[in-house]
């Protein structure tokens, strides 16, 4: 912004536009500074083009088995082309096997792809989101911005910085199909892993983390697997919103405990330990207004910050993971 103001100054006043222009970049704290809020503003508008694009009215809200939801998994395909990452055989798409519905095939897919690590071969690690939503109904399109478009988006950014600065582990990501009609496709990549089972440490389940309107980002998990509880808390040291544990005893009413409530359940069923990340449940939770306009800009690129961080920081301590009996 600075540079750009400079460059288009008056010319009359040009010599003492560059001057202050020299005299900020000459002061490093001012100068850092500078480069953050740029590097901010980039990120978030990133964020939001991304979600907006695969929350746009031409996905139709991405039902599973329809065009929209093949139209989404183009889109994703070819993000993940764009960005360099790779998939773990010859296709990024694996095939779930869908239910029997009007209007819709019974075959649709995973996309996975693979991020190798620095020690590749050992423990790896999943972060998952599910790209599916309600599509249309009588009419009316349900675009799912924060369900969970929000974390696919979150998925390929926090990719794009792994590429970049590769993990120990190798890192999965598997965007789900059809987690809105009963989990296919978790339930599918978990009957039939792309790598062994034994071989998968932790899924990180990311759906629904854009809204602010509770005011927070939960963490669930750690009551099931209390060794995860300190390597979280660690993480929350550096998040920028609140973060909250919870969402995951029994003596919860329905619907608050949120241990079956997404992807994540498939591989806790498999005794696989998970860590999931959500807000509260909003008004427009399954309505036609989860809309990228209601997605609150800053919350949504600082928890996809504290999704990154937590990714790093369970990478460093994967190996003191307890070892699992198959
Ligand atoms: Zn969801």
């Known amino acids: 912004m600075r540079v750009a103001r400079c460059w288009y100054s008056l010319p009359l006043t040009y010599a003492i536009t560059l001057l202050a222009c020299a005299i900020l970049y000459a002061s490093p704290a001012l100068g850092a500074q500078s ?3 740029v590097a901010t503003d980039t990120i978030t508008r990133r964020l939001m083009q991304r979600v907006s694009a695969l929350s746009a009215d031409s996905m139709e809200g991405r039902r ?15 993000e993940l082309t764009a960005i360099g990452a790779k998939p773990i055989g010859a296709s990024f798409e ?25 020690t590749n071969g050992g423990r790896t690690i999943v972060l998952s989101a599910h790209y599916d939503h309600l599509g249309v109904r009588n009419g ?5 911005a924060d369900d969970d478009a929000s974390g696919c988006i979150a998925l390929l950014t926090i990719a794009e910085r792994l590429l970049r600065e590769p993990p120990q582990h190798d890192v999965i990501l598997a965007f789900f199909d059809n987690e809105e009609g009963g989990m296919h496709g978790s339930r599918t990549f978990v009957a039939s892993p792309p790598v062994p089972l034994a071989r998968i440490a932790i899924d990180l389940s990311l759906d629904m983390i854009s809204r602010q309107d509770g005011k927070a980002l939960w963490v669930t998990g750690t009551a099931h697997y209390p060794f995860l509880l300190p390597i ?20 919860l009413t329905p ?8 992807d994540h359940a498939a591989f806790h069923a498999k005794g696989i330990p998970f860590l999931y990340l959500g807000v509260e449940d909003h008004p427009d939770y399954h309505q036609p207004g989860d809309d990228a ?13 504290f999704s990154y961080t937590l990714l790093r920081t369970v990478d460093v301590r994967l190996e003191t993971f307890p070892s699992r009996t198959p």
């Open 232 to 251: 979280a808390a660690d993480a929350v040291k550096l998040a920028t919103i609140a973060i909250r544990f919870g969402h995951e005893s029994k003596t």
């Open 94 to 118: 694996q095939t779930v096997k869908l239910p029997i519905r009007a209007g819709a095939d019974t075959l649709g897919a995973n996309i996975i792809a693979r991020i190798p690590g620095r």
């Open 140 to 144: 009316v399109i349900y675009n799912g």
């Open 255 to 262: 619907g608050d405990d949120w241990t079956t409530s997404s």
């Open 35 to 37: 480069a953050f809020s």
């Open 64 to 78: 599973a088995g329809t065009d929209g939801s093949r139209r989404a998994r183009r889109w994703i395909v070819a």
């Open 293 to 305: 306009e209601k997605i609150d800009p800053a919350f949504y690129r600082a928890a996809v910050e």
